[in-house]
């Protein structure tokens, strides 16, 4: 560059990429989810400096997964007016939670659930069963789950993309879904 040139900073850049394989260790959604593990894969890339973006020939791959510390803590963290104490333990395609609700007093809370995928976008909790101090509450707990809900959205993460499959089991979530672009 001549120097009296001036530089190419404020035009867009284009850049093609062979492959990109990304993993993000311990990311910390805005909502207070921990994210053990994001990975990102994708081909044939195109990135765009000015302002920044990342177009893809096709879409790629998106895998997260949660632990069980990670949930319940997300739970802790989130937890409804009266509710404390939650544990979450995760077995084969459920999630059994335990707490406390204090109405009056502490009460004992046992809940099961399930993940489901809505929208293509957020995963959601799906109240299968529930136990208070011996009796059955699930209208109340269901208004609780719906504060906490969505657990985890996409549009959360710097990308665009679905969701199209969550397994549960081994003390972990795992969701998998497609990539479609980065956001700027």
């Known amino acids: 560059m001549v120097a009296s040139e001036a530089p190419m900073s404020g035009r867009p850049h284009t850049?093609?990429?062979?492959?990109l394989d990304a993993v993000l260790n311990k990311l910390t959604l805005p909502i207070g989810l921990e994210l053990e593990?994001?990975?990102?894969?994708?081909?044939?890339?195109?990135?765009?400096?000015?302002p920044f973006s990342l177009e893809l020939s096709r879409p790629g791959v998106l895998r997260v997964v949660v632990t069980e510390a990670a949930l319940t803590a997300f739970l802790n963290h989130r937890a409804p007016a009266g509710?404390?104490?939650?544990?979450?333990?995760?077995g084969v395609n459920r999630i059994f939670v335990e707490g406390v609700a204090v109405v009056m007093v502490p009460v004992k809370v046992k809940a099961e659930c399930g993940l489901a995928i809505r929208d293509r976008k957020q995963l959601v909790v799906e109240l299968h069963s529930v136990d208070v101090a011996g009796l059955g509450a699930k209208g109340l707990v269901r208004k609780q789950i719906e504060q906490i809900n969505p657990v985890f959205d996409i549009g959360e993460l710097p990308l665009e993309g679905a969701l199209e499959a969550v397994q549960i089991?081994?003390?972990l979530i795992k969701v998998r879904g497609t990539l479609e672009a980065l956001k700027g």
């Open 169 to 171: 089991g081994d003390g």
């Open 37 to 50: 593990r994001v990975e990102i894969e994708s081909e044939n890339l195109s990135l765009t400096d000015n």
């Open 83 to 90: 509710m404390r104490d939650f544990k979450a333990t995760l």
């Open 15 to 19: 850049f093609s990429l062979g492959r």
